[in-house]
């Protein structure tokens, strides 16, 4: 299914970025990337091993995904194995279950990070799936269990709403707090700890450039509670709907535990999602990949006792259509952008170049993976100027004005940097009316830069050659940077 596709853009900037981190550039300081530095070093392998061996790093990042993705599913089934509460039929459910959930559901957003979280994730949530005292595993064994696990919640904060909820469920049925002090959790404790402290020293920038940025100007890019739900409550019905059916009926009660433990990943993946209030696609993926889990466990429970086979059909038929027909419809990851881009370079592989005025990372990437072209915006967009923009017309605060103020003029400054540092042959500029994130607030991108003298005088060299869905591309003669 993956083929020769791309993979979607956020990982294709990752795969970028992490080149020119392994390369020397300063990540959070020269690179300006919003998340946190895990997500950085679980892509150090593939980039290395593509620059040691010159291999195409796209394709190596598939083949570490995949990796991964059977460590995953083989280890917790040798977990789920141990557990004495699931009959063998439960097993190959949530083992089935798993390999579809981990590698169709999220197929569009192949290798992004709640992908990567998941896989890293579902062994922890497979062992929770057994009370403690069913656990037949030696301390080192869950510990590795832990770190494992942890690989994946420590990439963004919200995804520790999962082992959270799963805690949760635990102390709710041995009625007592001490399941919040387990060898698995003390263990992802520590390492978020560890993460945490490794970071501020390594990487301090984060915390003094990147975090204050983002929280005054990300707010942009949120969406209402009403846009978020929708986007997912065909899902949540049935889930809704599979809950009562788990915790009503007498032949599925004695299996309420797993029925909990599971509903209880489902509910942090759901609230990961919520909390990042953007309503993006790929941040869904932690709640339907387990519920789909969930779901084919259920059926196969459903469907062991004839008096509820009934249920089991309609769970199983409507779990297969709300969620894993659909990712199967959507497919691997295409966007309109990198194809149509890519034609417009008159340069050989490898000595292309682009910038692109604006704040969707989807017409920068995968351009650069596609076309071999270097990208010259050290960033994924330029995520700083929608927020910016929409407050400056509506700010009354004097001091809060000359912060964004200061904030846009830096920025200005960064992307003409980058500009002189490259000199692009392709500018790709958003000049629709209402651009993504401005809420309304009109700006354009070659009038502002113009405002700087060095992106004035050599913006005379670009020539208009192209209009495709808002974006109008400019090209400049040559295929040597002129001004280096």
Not at 167 to 178: D, G, I, K
Not at 253 to 260: D, H
Not at 437 to 453: N, V
């Amino acid at each position: 299914m993956l083929g020769d596709g791309q993979l979607n853009h956020d990982t294709s900037w990752y795969l970028i970025s992490t080149g020119w981190w392994l390369e020397g550039v300063r990540i959070y300081d020269e690179i300006l990337e919003l998340n946190p530095p895990l997500a950085y070093y679980l892509t150090v392998p593939p980039v290395y091993v593509s620059q040691v061996f010159n291999w195409n790093a796209v394709t190596v990042m598939k083949v570490y995904v995949l990796v991964i993705a059977t460590i995953s599913v083989l280890w917790a089934h040798f977990i789920l194995t141990r557990n004495q509460l699931h009959s063998s039929a439960q097993v190959a459910a949530l083992t089935i279950g798993a390999s579809f959930a981990l590698m169709i559901v999220p197929i569009h957003n192949f290798a992004q990070r709640e992908h990567l979280m998941v896989l890293f994730a579902w062994p922890y949530v497979a062992l929770s799936l057994s009370k403690p005292m069913h656990v037949d595993l030696p301390q080192k064994h869950i510990i590795a269990i832990g770190l494992f696990a942890a690989l994946g919640f420590a990439i963004k904060p919200y995804f520790l709403a999962i082992p959270l909820c799963i805690t949760m469920a635990h102390c709710v049925y041995a009625r007592s707090l001490r399941p919040i002090a387990s060898t698995l959790n003390v263990t992802v404790l520590v390492f978020c700890i560890l993460y945490v402290l490794a970071s501020l020293f390594l990487h301090p920038e984060y915390f003094n450039n990147i975090i204050p940025q983002t929280v005054l100007t990300y707010g942009a890019y949120e969406e209402g509670f009403l846009i978020v739900i929708r986007k997912g409550a065909s899902v949540i019905s049935l889930m809704i709907f599979a809950l009562l059916v788990a915790f009503l009926l007498p032949s599925i009660k004695k299996s309420s535990f797993s029925a909990s433990v599971c509903a209880a990943a489902c509910l942090g993946g759901l609230g990961s999602y919520l909390i990042q209030s953007k309503g993006w696609g790929y941040q869904i993926i932690p709640f339907q990949s387990f519920a789909f889990i969930f779901l084919a466990w259920l059926t196969i429970s459903l469907f062991e006792d004839i008096k509820t086979r009934l249920y089991g059909f309609l769970i199983g038929t409507a779990s297969l259509a709300l969620i894993l027909v659909p990712a199967l419809k959507n497919g691997t990851y295409e966007n309109p952008f990198y194809k149509q881009f890519a034609q417009h370079f008159s340069c050989p592989a490898g000595a292309r170049s682009y910038q692109v005025f604006g704040s969707n990372v989807s017409p920068s990437f995968p351009l650069a993976n596609f076309a071999n072209a270097t990208p010259a915006n050290r960033a994924p967009g330029l995520w700083i100027f929608p927020g910016v923009i929409h407050q400056l017309e509506n700010v009354t605060d004097d001091t809060e004005r000359m912060a964004l103020n200061a904030a846009i003029e830096q920025s200005r400054k960064t992307v003409v940097d980058d500009f002189m540092r490259v000199h692009p042959q392709l500018i790709i500029v958003d000049v629709r009316d209402h651009k993504s994130y401005f809420q309304g607030s009109s700006f354009d991108y070659i009038d502002y830069f113009k405002g700087d003298e060095r992106f004035k005088l050599a913006w005379v060299k670009y020539k208009l050659v192209d209009e495709f869905q808002g974006f109008q591309t400019y090209r400049r003669k040559g295929c040597v940077n002129e001004l280096s």
